[in-house]
């Protein structure tokens, strides 16, 4: 067992007290990540992150955005997938990416944004096609991504060329992705022009709300990395199913869905759950204890 593994234990059973403090405010104030080995713990949605490296804010093919955030952190292999992917997409006609929040230095809730994104293997891409790679810090804060997607969210708009459908290809073929969140519209228009040979990477390109400006990379859980939750396959992945292209898409451009019909029925409200930016350190793993204390 890890010597980190065996510390963090010990911090939550001695630290009743931070157990039970907001833990995006806490991972969020860090600025650095932790010194040794990669390791991804927990779940995409409840973890953290050992040995998170740095995006580079500027490199020959991307940069990284709104770096006021402190956001371009993610586990090795993901800062690998984005250079080689921004060198590839120059393939497609594109000068590089235009990179969004990654995940805090040690990974863990954020105080804004995100449900998501907390074991840095999530990362967000912009739809915006460089125009140059050299903005200034300040531009990069006032910069803001483009929608690809009309706003009745029935289709893609006018800002949509050829070159996204490959650009997605190039990001989801890559074997080290598990799924990319898009805009329903955006798939919907991939599906168009779907053949056989697409089944295997488009299959991974998923309808999702709020995801008409870029997609949402999630990586898979690395080789070495016992204490990283797999993401829960699909229904299509268990059946070794088809690409996605089927009715179950296009239930996020239906009626039902885009204009629900009030119910005549009151219904009680739910009660909230605890999102990204009220979860505890005594909702996260017990191991995020060592990460966040560590040196």
């Given at each position: ?23 995006a ?13 990669a390791?991804?713990v ?51 006609g594109?000068?590089g ?20 994104h ?122 070794n ?28 409200a ?13 909702d996260?793993p017990?191991?995020?204890?060592a ?5």
């Open positions: 067992m890890k010597t980190w593994i065996i510390a963090g234990l010990m911090a939550c059973m001695g630290s009743a007290g931070l157990a039970e403090t907001t833990a405010t806490l991972f969020s104030a860090k600025p650095l990540p932790t010194a040794g080995e390791q991804p927990g779940a995409y949605g409840k973890g953290c992150a050992a040995g998170n490296v740095e995006l580079a804010e500027t490199g020959p093919t991307w940069q990284a955005m709104r770096l006021s955030r402190n956001r371009n952190w993610g586990q090795p292999v993901t800062v690998a997938y984005l250079m080689e992917l921004s060198a590839a997409v120059q393939a497609a594109w000068r990416l235009y990179i969004g929040d990654i995940g805090n230095p040690r990974g863990g809730p954020m105080n804004s944004g995100h449900a998501s907390q074991m840095g293997l999530d990362v967000d891409i912009w739809f915006s096609i460089p125009d140059r790679l050299d903005h200034s810090r300040r531009e990069r804060e006032k910069m803001s991504a483009i929608s690809i997607r009309s706003d009745d969210q029935l289709s893609v708009n006018g800002n949509w060329d050829p070159s996204y459908r490959e650009v997605l290809r190039l990001a989801a073929q890559d074997p080290r992705v598990d799924r990319i969140f898009v805009a329903a519209a955006i798939k919907i228009e991939m599906c168009k022009t779907a053949t056989p040979a697409d089944k295997a990477w488009l299959q991974k390109i998923r309808p999702e709300a709020n995801h008409e400006d870029h997609m949402h990379v999630r990586l898979k859980c690395p080789k070495g990395s016992p204490l990283c939750e797999r993401q829960k396959p699909t229904v299509a992945e268990l059946s199913g088809g690409d996605g292209c089927d009715d179950t898409l296009m239930w996020w451009v239906s009626d039902a869905y885009l204009h629900p019909k009030p119910s005549k029925t009151p219904v009680p739910a009660p909230r759950k605890k999102g990204a930016r009220q979860l505890l350190m005594s996260l017990a191991q995020c204890a990460v966040l204390s560590a040196n």
